[in-house]
């Protein structure tokens, strides 16, 4: 199949799974007891930043493998997977402050886990500001891999920082050690949502770096 | 010349150059004496309340310092054509970084004992029994701070809007490095051993190593071109 054709069919998948998810999320999905409805956030919020994560770790492979083999293919796959993180990360970020207002009572609050995801966004949007002001394309690729690598080494070091200086968002539901206070149906759910995400990722990622290519010959 | 004596050289010639034109310490100097009225006008006159943000000051004193200071070590470069000189060095490259880190920390240590005998003149803080502790606190936080500072302080030193990205990029990476040294700093200037903040410790210790190993191996990728 060509390269366009394969592009076009990943996003009618993506589309055709978002709907799977939409109906689970509303139609298969019971309200929830203490919550109500806004629960239902929720699956919309977990899948998003699993696909961040999983864009940030391109970003990482894409910075590395960039200053290895200078292939500019390897810039645009980290430039891409970039703009689509900090996007989801964003969604991650709307979604839960939507969520925590009738929840927690508040819009935004100084918890560990909320703290950790907005600075995540924060690292990636200077990455995007370097890229947008540096204008020779092969220093740009080399910046910009320099500055993926140092944030995604950073990650962890945040992680743990920002987490010994707060908590109070819930343990991690889906990765992550420690109990998953969540009933099997309600994982499925997720799961779901979680493939579709992942879809609709490789569908923009494709898309994006078609763009790069694009953007290289002009 | 081997490794070391190479880092060396470029820590001798910043420390000459600096120490002829005065020009980075007497401004960070001057900065920092601004910056603590500023803090003082902000904050008003309540001995309390300054103490309690204390910690918080002093760190966000260091990194404005920082700031200022760390992203203008590659500007200076820029003049005579320096920069072609560096890249002209033979061996490793990544000998340029140590020295210029070694400079930076320096510089940036002197702004810290100016700025911690300022604070304890102007704020009234007793630092004579935490100093070995907070000593060594600033010691670890300086390494962070410049470690980071000195890397993209070399990207955005060839960058049309550098005093823009210089702090864009350096600020978010900070976080660890601030969070860690102000829970330290509140820590010893509590009298608290610095045993029962030794997760702190290690982490600041941690990052440390991260970011010096991750500046010695990408800097070359910088500088070349």
Redesign the interface.
């Known amino acids: 199949m060509p390269r366009v054709a394969m592009t076009r069919f990943l996003g009618w998948l993506a589309v055709c799974a978002l709907i799977v998810g939409l109906a689970a999320d509303f139609g298969y999905a019971p309200r929830e007891m203490t919550q109500g409805n806004v629960q239902r956030i929720m699956y919309l919020h977990v899948p998003s930043i699993l696909t961040a994560y999983l864009a940030f770790g391109l970003v990482l492979l894409g910075s590395v493998a960039y200053?290895l083999s200078r292939r500019a293919s390897w810039d645009h796959l980290a430039a891409s997977a970039a703009e689509i993180g900090v996007l989801f990360t964003a969604i991650t970020i709307v979604s839960g402050s939507i969520w925590g207002r009738p929840t927690w009572g508040v819009w935004w609050t100084w918890d560990a886990r909320l703290t950790s995801t907005a600075?995540l966004l924060?690292?990636y949007v200077?990455y995007l500001?370097?890229r947008a002001?540096?204008d020779e394309p092969?220093?740009r690729a080399?910046?910009a891999?320099?500055?993926g690598?140092?944030?995604a080494?950073?990650i962890p070091?945040?992680h743990?920082?920002?987490y010994?200086?707060r908590a109070l968002h819930q343990p991690a539901a889906m990765l992550g050690p420690g109990r998953a206070p969540m009933p099997g149906w309600m994982k499925g759910i997720v799961l779901v949502n979680w493939i579709a995400f992942t879809l609709l990722f490789a569908y923009f990622l494709s898309r994006r770096m078609q763009i790069a290519r694009l953007e290289e010959q002009a | 010349m081997p490794y070391t004596r190479r880092a060396l050289a470029v820590l001798w010639k910043d420390l000459l150059t600096e120490r002829r034109s005065k020009e980075s310490l007497n401004a960070l100097l001057f900065f920092t004496l601004l910056l603590l009225f500023i803090f003082q006008f902000a904050l008003g006159p309540d001995r309390d309340r300054l103490r309690v943000a204390l910690p918080g000051l002093l760190w966000l004193g260091l990194i404005l310092a920082g700031l200022l200071g760390l992203g203008r070590t590659f500007v200076i470069e820029r003049d005579n054509d320096c920069w072609e000189g560096l890249r002209l060095t033979p061996g490793d490259k990544s000998a340029i970084y140590l020295g210029k880190l070694l400079g930076n920390f320096t510089l940036m240590v002197v702004v810290e004992v100016l700025l911690l005998a300022l604070f304890a003149v102007f704020y009234d803080v007793a630092l004579g029994p935490a100093l070995p502790n907070l000593g060594i606190v600033l010691l670890l936080g300086t390494i962070g701070l410049a470690a980071?500072g000195t890397?993209?302080g070399a990207?955005t030193a060839?960058?049309?809007?550098r005093e823009?990205?210089f702090p864009?990029?350096l600020?978010?990476?900070q976080?660890?490095i601030l969070?860690?040294t102000v829970?330290l700093t509140e820590a010893t200037l509590l009298g608290q051993p610095l045993g029962e903040v030794s997760?702190?410790l290690k982490?600041l210790a941690?990052?440390d190593v991260?970011?010096v190993v991750?500046g010695i191996m990408?800097f070359e990728?910088?500088l070349?071109?």
């Open positions: 200053l600075v924060l690292v200077g500001l370097l002001m540096v092969e220093a080399r910046y891999a320099v500055v690598i140092l944030g080494a950073n070091i945040v743990f920082s920002v010994w200086w | 980071v890397l993209f990207m060839q960058l049309r809007a823009l990205l864009v990029l600020l978010p990476a976080v660890p969070l860690a829970s997760h702190w982490l941690g990052a991260v970011y991750i990408t990728f910088i070349d071109a």
